[in-house]
């Protein structure tokens, strides 16, 4: 078997490993026809190896097998011509709405074209390899139902939903002139739209992170620390009290 170094890896995933991930439409409803990708080299990510010039069989959109030869009645064949073929990578902090666009774009552009934006920043990850994204930071719930639905390509999402953060604290992005807040003034945009939401005190963060996990969240993020995208924090300021924190993991527990 060939030794994989770091050259031959990049090269082999930049030549040609990501385009076998893009499979035809339908091929992971049940009953879909079967897929066999031929003469592939496999990285499996724990062995420094490459598996060389193997065979790998996909029904129902899952590997059923692996091995040199296998039969190739009634599939699809995709020949992979050498080219490697890895696990899908996983990137577990992601900013669909902000890997790409400003924080300034963010707050002044309508949610619908964020999300558009959001739609194409989300496809290339994919093309880039990452099949699974945790998403930590938005209103990304539009892009999971549309990917869920096969509407648009990308990467499977974990979304955190908006984030909660304290006032003055990473994640307030309102302008200086914006205090004193009064009852129902800490909706901002950026809290009107699903971005992040500010909370001070035990139950105002016990019921803002029970909101965000009813908007189908799959975890809660939590502002601890100060940020780069802030004005109001620097990066070593410790933030909620500990019986905030506490109470927003004892809500995510629950």
Partial sequence: MAYINRRSF????????LSSLLLPAGAYAQGATP????????????SA??????????????VTRIGANLSTDGA?????????????????????????????TVLNSDPSYITLVAAETNRDALMR????????????????RATREGRIIGPRIYPSGPYVGQTGGHGDFRPPV????????????????????????VPEVMQRSREILRMGSTQIKAMAGGGVSSNNDPLDVVQFTFEEMKAIVDVAAN
């Fill in 10 to 17: 990049l090269a082999g995933t930049a030549a040609g490993a």
């Fill in 35 to 46: 897929i066999l990708i031929r003469g592939s080299n496999i990285f499996d990510g724990s």
């Fill in 49 to 62: 190896e490459l598996m060389a010039g193997m065979d790998v069989l996909i029904e129902d959109g899952l």
């Fill in 76 to 104: 699809q064949v995709i020949d992979a011509d050498g080219r490697t073929l890895m696990p899908g990578l996983i990137d577990m902090h992601w900013h669909a709405l902000m890997a790409t666009s400003t924080i300034e």
């Fill in 129 to 144: 390899g990452f099949t699974t994204v945790r998403d930590v930071g938005g209103n990304v719930f539009p892009l999971v």
């Fill in 178 to 201: 914006a205090v004193p807040a009064g009852p129902g003034e800490k909706f901002d945009f950026f809290a009107r739209i699903g971005m992040s939401l500010l909370a001070d005190g």
